[in-house]
């Protein structure tokens, strides 16, 4: 499904480069040739979040024993500097032509060329954005919120293209290419935290946290009597969890490993799917930031 998705990224978006680059040559608009510019960046970050799925899809191996999910974090983060890359080329050649001056013309093609890029942007974003959300892919999130911000910078842009076409003012076209570039880098930072932040094993949020927590502590196992040490992290779309489990005295071990299975499979469902990893502990006075069940 995944790879599904990002093929039909890289098919909208080459054809929407063809598309603009026409439409920018015809017309003199600066404002047209950056969202060219913007599409192609787009379409290199598809190629990229393409690649990425392929690649954390592949299983564990003996160079990458924990999988090959962090790519598509990796993926996402390099989708991050080329927005931000692109932000700087828009910005330089608007910049150029507010000082030198220039003209567009045919501004009915551009105008038309602008509003089919926008819809189709915004459709195709949405079918993406929802598989990366049913697959949890951040490279399939990210190029969505590529082509979402490529759809709004649209619709600025053809804004502009209505004023340049009822008013003659020639400087709104290199303004709106200006504003297309502040947004361009906005989405760039985002996705470059969020990347940043999975690459880095921060945890996951709170609210999930809790949620491990409380499977724990509704845990129908009498056995299980507190838990310690809880980690988490994310990578791609698998989250990964470890957590010290204490068992009462007199348990045993065949026990203990199988409650510690049953546990596994609830916090796993509870997560909608997660790699869970759970070390088996005697019972012992309370540790520093240790969690009692208080079952008798």
Do not use: C
Not at 18 to 27: D, E, M, N
Not at 69 to 98: C, D, H, P, Q, Y
Not at 133 to 156: F, I, K, N, Y
Not at 176 to 194: C, D, E, H, Y
Request: glycine share 10%; net charge neutral.
């Amino acid at each position: 499904m995944k790879q599904r998705t990002a093929i039909l990224s890289v098919g909208s978006n080459t054809t929407l480069i063809l598309i603009k680059v026409v439409a920018g040559t015809l017309t003199g608009s600066v404002a047209i040739l950056t969202e060219a510019v913007h599409s192609s960046i787009d379409l290199i970050a598809s190629l990229v979040a393409l690649f990425s799925v392929r690649i954390a899809d592949e299983p564990a191996d003996e160079r990458h024993s924990y999988g090959h999910e962090k790519v598509e974090n990796l993926a996402a983060a390099f989708e991050g500097i080329l927005i931000l890359v692109g932000s700087a080329v828009i910005a330089f050649e608007a910049t150029r032509r507010l000082i030198t001056g220039g003209s567009t013309h045919t501004l009915g093609l551009g105008i038309a060329v602008i509003a089919f890029s926008a819809v189709a942007n915004l459709v195709v974003s949405a079918v993406i954005a929802r598989g990366g959300r049913l697959s949890g892919s951040p490279a399939l999130e990210g190029d969505a919120a590529h082509l979402r911000t490529d759809a709004v910078s649209s619709l600025g842009v053809l804004l502009a293209l209505v004023l340049v076409k009822t008013t003659g003012a020639q400087w709104i076209d290199p303004v709106a290419a200006l504003l297309v570039a502040s947004v361009i880098v906005i989405t760039g930072m985002r996705l470059l935290l969020r990347a940043g932040a999975v690459l880095v094993d921060q945890a996951l949020p709170p609210a999930e946290t809790e949620t491990i927590a409380g499977v724990i502590e509704r845990f129908s196992d009498g056995s299980v009597i507190g838990f310690h040490q809880l980690r988490t992290r994310r990578g791609g779309s698998q989250r990964y969890v470890d957590v010290h489990v204490q068992f009462r005295a007199g348990t045993t071990l065949e026990q203990a490993h199988r409650a510690a299975h049953q546990l596994q499979a609830e916090i796993a469902s509870a997560l909608g799917g997660a790699d869970v990893l759970i070390h088996l502990e005697p019972e012992d006075r309370l540790r520093p930031g240790q969690r009692a069940l208080h079952i008798r």
